[in-house]
C-alpha cells in the first residue's frame, strides 16, 4: 500500500510539474500579447513605459477597437484586482532573497534524498542539485552584498509566481527524475564537463555584470555625498570606466535590471543627454566585457546557466527542457523590452550593441 501511494505521489508530482510549465509559458505569452496584463506583472522603467504606451495607442485608435481592447483587458486584471494580487505589500530585495533561498534548501533537501537512494540513473540530478545550490548561494551574496536595490515593493502576483517558479523548478527535476529511474541514464561525462563549463562561464559572466552595475551605483552614491575620501575617489573613476551615457527618467520604480539612477546634480560625466521629466533620477548606460555587446549581459548569462542544466542531464527531462523555454521566453523578451528603451531615450546608443544574443539580436 505505502509502495503504491509512493507511485502516485511521484507520478503525480511528475504531472503537476509538467502542467505548471505548459500553463506558464501560456500566461508569458498573454503577456506579451496583452498590454494591460504586460504591465500588471512588469516592474522597473518597463512597467512605466508599458503605461505610457498604453495611453498613447489608445489616444490613436478608433472608439470601436479602443472599446473592444477595453474590455478584453478589463476581463483579466479586474480579476486580479478583486483577487488583490496587485498589492504591493512585500520588500522587493526580501522577496528574492526568499526566492533563492527556497531554491538552496529544496536543492539541499532532495539532493540527500536522492543520495540516500543510491540509484545510478539519479546522479545526473544528483549533480544538477549541486548547481542549483551553487547558483542560489551566489544569487544570495549577490543580492544581499553586490547588488544596490532601492526600496519597493513587489506585488502578491508577481511574489506567488516566484514562489512557485523555484518550487517547481526543484520539484520537477526531482519528481521526474524518480519517475524516470527504471530507464537508462547513466552519466555522460562530455556532458558533465561541458555542462560545468557553461554554468561556470554564465555564472562568472553574470557576477561580473552585477558588479559593473553596483559599480556604478556606488559612484552615484559617491558624487551624492560630496566625498573627498581616496577610496571613494578610485571607486569613482574604477566605475566612471563602465559608463557610457546617463539619462533622466520619471520612474521610481525598483528593478533588477542595468537601469542605475543617480542624481541629477552630477556634472562629473560628458556627453549627457537627458530625457526631460519631472523626475529627479538619472540612468547610465553600462559599459564594459559583455555589455559591449549586448544590452542585457546577465541575461544572456542566466540563459547560459540554464542550459547548462539540459546539457547535464542530456536533455532527457522534459520537465526541465520546458522550464528552459519559459526562462528563455522570459528573459529574450525582456532584453528586447530593455534594449528598445535604451535605443529611444539615448540618441548615440552603440549601433553594433544587440539585445541579448551578440552580432544577432
Not at 494580487?85 to 522577496?95: H, W
Not at 525598483?254 to 540612468?283: A, G, P
Not at 528603451?341 to 553594433?352: D, G, I, L, M
Request: hydrophobic share 40%; with cysteine; net charge positive.
Amino acid at each position: 500500500m505505502i509502495i503504491i501511494l509512493k507511485d502516485f505521489l511521484i507520478k503525480f508530482g511528475y504531472f503537476i510539474s509538467i502542467t505548471f510549465w505548459i500553463v506558464s509559458i501560456f500566461i508569458y505569452l498573454l503577456k506579451i500579447f496583452n498590454e494591460d496584463f504586460g504591465s500588471f506583472t512588469s516592474y522597473g522603467k518597463l512597467k512605466f513605459n508599458l503605461k505610457i504606451l498604453k495611453e498613447k495607442k489608445k489616444k490613436n485608435k478608433d472608439n470601436n477597437n479602443n472599446n473592444n481592447n477595453k474590455n478584453n483587458n478589463i476581463n483579466i486584471t479586474s480579476i486580479l484586482n478583486l483577487l488583490f494580487l496587485d498589492r504591493e505589500i512585500i520588500d522587493t530585495k526580501q522577496a528574492w532573497l526568499l526566492f533563492y533561498t527556497i531554491l538552496l534548501v529544496l536543492s539541499n533537501i532532495f539532493f540527500f534524498i536522492l543520495s540516500e537512494k543510491n540509484i545510478k540513473s539519479t546522479v545526473s540530478t544528483q549533480i544538477l542539485f549541486i548547481l542549483f545550490f551553487i547558483q542560489s548561494g551566489r544569487r544570495l551574496y549577490e543580492t544581499h552584498f553586490i547588488q544596490k536595490h532601492r526600496k519597493s515593493k513587489m506585488n502578491l502576483l508577481l511574489f506567488i509566481s516566484g514562489l512557485c517558479y523555484y518550487l517547481f523548478l526543484t520539484l520537477s527535476a526531482f519528481t521526474e527524475t524518480l519517475y524516470k529511474s527504471n530507464e537508462e541514464n547513466s552519466i555522460n561525462i562530455f556532458n558533465l564537463f561541458l555542462s560545468i563549463l557553461l554554468f561556470s562561464i554564465g555564472s562568472f559572466e553574470q557576477y561580473k555584470s552585477h558588479e559593473i552595475l553596483s559599480l556604478i551605483r556606488s559612484n552615484s552614491k559617491i558624487i551624492n555625498n560630496n566625498s573627498n575620501n581616496n577610496n571613494n575617489n578610485n571607486n569613482k573613476i574604477k566605475s566612471k570606466n563602465y559608463i557610457i551615457n546617463k539619462i533622466i527618467d520619471v520612474s521610481d520604480e525598483d528593478n533588477d535590471d542595468d537601469y542605475i539612477d543617480q542624481d541629477i546634480n552630477d556634472k562629473d560625466f560628458d556627453d549627457k543627454i537627458e530625457y526631460k521629466t519631472t523626475s529627479s533620477t538619472k540612468y547610465e548606460i553600462p559599459n564594459g566585457r559583455l555589455y559591449h555587446y549586448v544590452s542585457s549581459p546577465h541575461y544572456l548569462s542566466e540563459i547560459l546557466i540554464y542550459f547548462s542544466f539540459l546539457v547535464l542531464t542530456n536533455f532527457k527531462l522534459n520537465s526541465l527542457i520546458l522550464n528552459f523555454i519559459f526562462t528563455s521566453l522570459n528573459l529574450i523578451h525582456r532584453s528586447y523590452q530593455t534594449h528598445k528603451w535604451y535605443k529611444s531615450k539615448f540618441s548615440n546608443y552603440p549601433k553594433s550593441r544587440k539585445a541579448i544574443i551578440p552580432f544577432l539580436f
